[in-house]
């Protein structure tokens, strides 16, 4: 029978294994923590758990007076408190604790009914494969002892943590980092958010909306550098309509705990203070002290590991997938690389990872998902597309819902009208999303998306519209 040793139990890993023991495969799953990795105990289920309670929240402050509801309250309306609903972030974070641990049981339950064996403990690769193509993982378990596995194919899964500022170390009370904010049991009252990526912008629209007062500290021109520039702006816009304090072109250098408070230093000189202080400033690769190298697997500068699009390494017998690649650092792409792996060495069919069909979602309010090529990618020249952006606000389902804010966006191709891309920013864009993937992955025409039923009203709506326009401007052009 193959033998299979996976090293690291995210999405990355238990998919794999899923797929390796249901293809006949002997596999071993060597985890420290829990099967789910920090996508379900400290990274993605958490942070959007809690992001759940934000968007409650966000929605009630936002509406309610437009959407006619009346909030029962004897309060004479000079002294009534500004919020309506507060939040008790102590009961939050035990429901998210609760929630990630659920699902790394589930995980792990449904790997060991699908026949794989989870082994608890820190797994590295030992020397280079031997002759008869095999290779040996050393499993340092708990108490310390070790077990050594021979594995005809090999997957590094495991992930990666928190980049430290070496003059901002967390001290997981008020200087935090994105694995400690579920330990709190208070809502910090003046938050600083050091980094405007992905991570940075949802905890900080998340903490805004349950009721802190948050600063961003940016180091780039806007929040988002990396996401669609349209769909940047109005996030920002949001962000400061709603009173964040948004501080672009301006680099953390250190923070320090002064007391109950936080003093947060920029590379200008200036300080600012808050009463926490969260570091979302990327993540490192968990590569380090695993005889990666040793046993011909080749890194990059970054650390991370270098593979090509079956989840290869550059060692024989060698598979990785997940954030420990720096690929794309989704909890899908993950799983994906990991199924790629086992389909691959276990000889079934495969198609590469095609990271042009990838959708992804970032969890602000609203939120942005986009598939495909870029807004970046039409500006650059990358490729020749049309593009149509339409608000929100003509949108009759958004009128009703009381949604300002938001556009859906397609780029085709001006001669197929095939869709290459697209990009959403809404309420639950993350839902909207998956027409335009559908249509990416299956190279659709705007005609064939124009021409399908939506209901009315909805967002969705929207889709269609956008593409009756390009369908319409591809006509034009052709004329």
């Known amino acids: 029978m193959t033998r299979i040793v996976i090293i690291g139990g995210g999405p990355g890993g238990y998919e794999a294994a899923l797929v390796g023991a249901q293809l006949g495969a002997e596999v071993t799953v060597v985890d420290c923590d829990g099967l789910g990795g920090a996508s379900v105990l400290t990274d993605c289920v958490p942070s959007k758990t809690l992001i759940a309670t934000a968007e409650v929240m966000t929605t009630f402050d936002s509406s309610y007076e437009e959407l006619g509801i009346i909030v029962a309250d004897d309060t004479p309306h000079i002294e009534q408190a500004a919020r309506v609903v507060g939040v008790d972030l102590g009961k939050v974070n035990r429901r998210v604790k609760r929630l990630a641990l659920a699902q790394s049981h589930d995980i792990t339950a449904s790997v060991t009914r699908a026949g794989a064996r989870v082994m608890r403990g820190r797994g590295r690769l030992e020397g280079l494969q031997a002759a008869d193509g095999s290779r040996t993982v050393v499993v340092t378990v708990a108490d310390g002892t070790e077990e050594r596995l021979t594995a005809d194919a090999v997957l590094i899964a495991t992930g990666g943590h928190p980049r430290e500022i070496p003059d901002a170390l967390p001290d997981g009370e008020r200087i935090l980092n994105w694995t400690q904010v579920y330990d709190l049991d208070e809502?910090?009252?003046?938050?600083?958010?050091?980094?405007?990526?992905?991570?940075?912008?949802?905890?900080?629209?998340?903490?805004?909306?349950?009721?802190?007062?948050?600063?961003?500290?940016?180091?780039?021109?806007?929040?988002?550098?990396?996401?669609?520039?349209?769909?940047?702006?109005?996030?920002?816009?949001?962000?400061?309509?709603?009173?964040?304090?948004?501080?672009?072109?301006?680099?953390?250098?250190?923070?320090?705990?002064?007391?109950?408070?936080?003093?947060?230093?920029?590379?200008?000189?200036?300080?600012?203070?808050?009463?926490?202080?969260?570091?979302?400033?990327?993540?490192?690769?968990?590569?380090?002290?695993?005889?990666?190298?040793?046993?011909?697997v080749r890194l990059k500068d970054s650390g991370h590991i270098w593979t090509d699009k079956v989840s290869?390494?550059?060692?024989?017998?060698?598979?990785?997938?997940?954030?420990?690649?720096?690929?794309?650092?989704?909890?899908?792409?993950?799983?994906?690389?990991?199924?790629?792996?086992?389909?691959?060495?276990?000889?079934?069919?495969v198609a590469p990872l095609n990271l042009k069909t990838v959708s992804s979602n970032v969890f602000t309010d609203p939120e942005i998902a986009t598939?495909?090529?870029?807004?970046?990618?039409?500006?650059?020249?990358?490729?020749?597309?049309?593009?149509?952006?339409?608000?929100?606000?003509?949108?009759?389902?958004?009128?009703?819902?009381?949604?300002?804010?938001?556009?859906?966006?397609?780029?085709?191709?001006?001669?197929?009208?095939?869709?290459v891309g697209g990009c959403v920013v809404a309420p639950r864009a993350s839902e909207l999303i998956h027409p335009i993937s559908i249509a990416v992955d299956n190279n659709l025409t705007v005609e064939q998306i124009a021409n399908a039923f939506t209901v009315y009203p909805s967002l969705s709506g929207s889709i269609a519209e956008v593409a009756r326009q390009l369908h319409t401007r591809k006509r034009a052009g052709e004329a």
């Open 187 to 296: 809502l910090p009252e003046e938050l600083i958010v050091v980094g405007s990526g992905v991570t940075g912008a949802e905890f900080a629209g998340a903490y805004q909306a349950l009721g802190s007062r948050v600063t961003l500290v940016s180091s780039r021109d806007r929040v988002l550098p990396g996401e669609d520039p349209d769909a940047a702006a109005v996030l920002e816009d949001v962000f400061r309509r709603r009173g964040m304090n948004v501080m672009a072109r301006s680099r953390a250098q250190a923070a320090k705990r002064v007391g109950d408070r936080v003093e947060v230093t920029l590379a200008d000189g200036r300080v600012i203070t808050g009463s926490h202080c969260l570091m979302a400033v990327g993540a490192i690769p968990n590569s380090a002290g695993m005889g990666l190298e040793e046993a011909g």
């Open 312 to 349: 290869r390494t550059s060692a024989p017998g060698v598979y990785a997938a997940g954030d420990v690649t720096g690929i794309f650092a989704l909890a899908s792409v993950a799983a994906m690389q990991g199924r790629i792996a086992m389909y691959h060495f276990l000889g079934d069919a």
């Open 371 to 419: 598939v495909g090529y870029t807004q970046a990618d039409v500006d650059s020249g990358a490729i020749d597309a049309r593009v149509v952006k339409l608000p929100l606000l003509r949108n009759p389902r958004a009128k009703m819902q009381g949604i300002r804010d938001g556009f859906v966006k397609i780029f085709c191709r001006p001669g197929t009208g095939i869709v």
